[in-house]
C-alpha cells in the first residue's frame, strides 16, 4: 500500500498534558481519511503536527514519504492547511485575497488574476468576488478559505472541522467540494465532531479519545464492531425514563444512550431485543414506539467511549 501519511507512537505533550498519547495511522494515498472525536481529544494538534506547525515529542511520522522532524520543508511544499477559523483577510474582497495568496505562491499578476476567477467560479462565489468578506455569510467566507487552500493544488489537504458552526446547505456544499477535492487525486485528512459528516464522506476513520486511537476502520466495521443491531426505544411518560435507564442497564449488561428523541441499547439479536421489550410492559413502563436496526456512528460513539457525541446533538 502506498500511503500518504504514516504515524508510529505519535506524542505531543504541553507540560504534564499529553495531548497527542501515542498515535498510530496510516492513510493510502487519494483518499479521505477521517478523524473522529470530541473537543480536547486531540484531533487539531494531530494535523498540526503533520502539518508540521509543531514539533512532535515523541513517535514518527512520514508525510509523502519525508520525515516529519528532518524534512518538513519538504512536507509544506506539498501540504494546505484549512484550520477551524477563517484566515482570510475581511476587509480585502473575494478576489483580492485569492490574488494576494497567488501573488506570495508564485503567480505572475495576470496567473494570479485568473487562478482567483477559477477558483472563485468553482466555488460558487463569483457574484460575491468584488465584496469585501466582512459581508459574507459563514458558508461563503469557509467557501472562500478552502478555495485559497487550493490555489496550488496540495498532495494532501488538511480540513480541521470544515463545517463547524456551519447551515445544513453550506454543510452540504462543502461535502460537495470535498469530494470533488479528493476525485482530483488530493489525499484530503478531514478532522470533524459530526458523526454524519465522518460517514458521508472519510473511506476510513479513526475515533480518537484522550489523544488516543480507540478504534478505526471503514464506517461499517466500526459500525458491526459494537453489536449486530441497535434498539430505540420511544416511552409514552417521559417521566419514566430514569426507571427506564435503570432497567436495561441491568437487563443489557452494558451502557444505555439517552437522546433527545429516546433511549437507545445494542442488542445481540431479535431475541433479546423481544426481551428488552417485554421486561420494560412487565415492569410498566410504556412503549410509545421501538425500532430495531443497525448502529449509527453516534451510537459506535458512545459504545467505544460511554458518552454521547455532544457537539452533534447540540448542533
Same mark, same amino acid.
Given at each position: ?5 504514516? %504515524? ?15 498515535? !498510530? ?38 508525510? #509523502? ?8 520543508? +519538504? ?22 485575497? #485569492?490574488?494576494? /495568496? ?17 477558483? $472563485? ?22 467557501? $472562500? ?40 487525486? %488530493? ?37 458491526? !464492531? ?15 425514563? +430514569? +426507571?427506564?435507564?435503570?432497567? /436495561? ?13 429516546? $433511549? !437507545? ?30 448502529? !449509527? ?6 459504545? $467505544? ?11
Amino acid at each position: 500500500m502506498n500511503y500518504a501519511i504514516e %504515524t508510529t507512537d505519535l506524542r505531543k505533550s504541553f507540560g504534564d498534558t499529553h495531548a497527542v498519547d501515542g498515535i !498510530s495511522l496510516s492513510v493510502a494515498k487519494g483518499s479521505v481519511f477521517g478523524l473522529l472525536g470530541p473537543n480536547g481529544a486531540g484531533k487539531t494538534t494531530t494535523v498540526r503536527l503533520l502539518a508540521t506547525l509543531l514539533a512532535p515529542t515523541g513517535g514518527s511520522a512520514r508525510v #509523502l514519504g519525508h520525515d516529519l522532524l528532518t524534512e518538513p520543508a +519538504a512536507i509544506r511544499s506539498k501540504v494546505s492547511l484549512t484550520g477551524q477559523f477563517a484566515s482570510v483577510d475581511e476587509d480585502l474582497t473575494g478576489t483580492e485575497n #485569492l490574488v494576494l /495568496l497567488s501573488r506570495l505562491l508564485g503567480h505572475s499578476w495576470r496567473g494570479a488574476k485568473q487562478r482567483a476567477a477559477e477558483l $472563485l467560479a468553482a466555488f460558487d462565489l463569483a457574484e460575491a468576488a468584488g465584496r469585501q468578506v466582512r459581508t459574507y455569510s459563514g458558508g461563503m467566507r469557509r467557501r $472562500l478559505d478552502i478555495a485559497a487552500s487550493l490555489i496550488v493544488t496540495p498532495e494532501i489537504l488538511f480540513l480541521d472541522e470544515p463545517t463547524t458552526g456551519l447551515d445544513p446547505r453550506s454543510r452540504n456544499q462543502v461535502w460537495d467540494m470535498v469530494r470533488d477535492i479528493a476525485a482530483i487525486g %488530493t489525499t484530503v485528512l478531514l478532522t470533524t465532531q459530526y458523526l454524519e459528516e465522518a460517514d458521508q464522506l472519510a473511506d476510513r476513520l479513526a475515533v480518537i479519545d484522550h489523544g488516543r486511537v480507540i478504534a478505526a476502520g471503514t464506517s461499517r466495521e466500526l459500525k458491526a !464492531s459494537v453489536g449486530s443491531g441497535t434498539l430505540k426505544i420511544h416511552l409514552q411518560d417521559a417521566a419514566q425514563r +430514569a +426507571a427506564a435507564e435503570t432497567l /436495561l442497564t441491568s437487563l443489557i449488561g452494558g451502557q444505555v444512550q439517552s437522546t433527545t428523541e429516546g $433511549l !437507545s441499547v445494542q442488542v445481540a439479536d431479535t431475541a433479546k431485543a423481544m426481551q428488552v421489550l417485554h421486561a420494560l410492559n412487565d415492569s410498566g413502563i410504556a412503549v410509545a414506539e421501538f425500532s430495531l436496526g443497525s448502529p !449509527s456512528l453516534d451510537e459506535v460513539f458512545f459504545a $467505544l467511549t460511554g458518552k454521547p457525541q455532544q457537539n452533534e446533538v447540540a448542533a
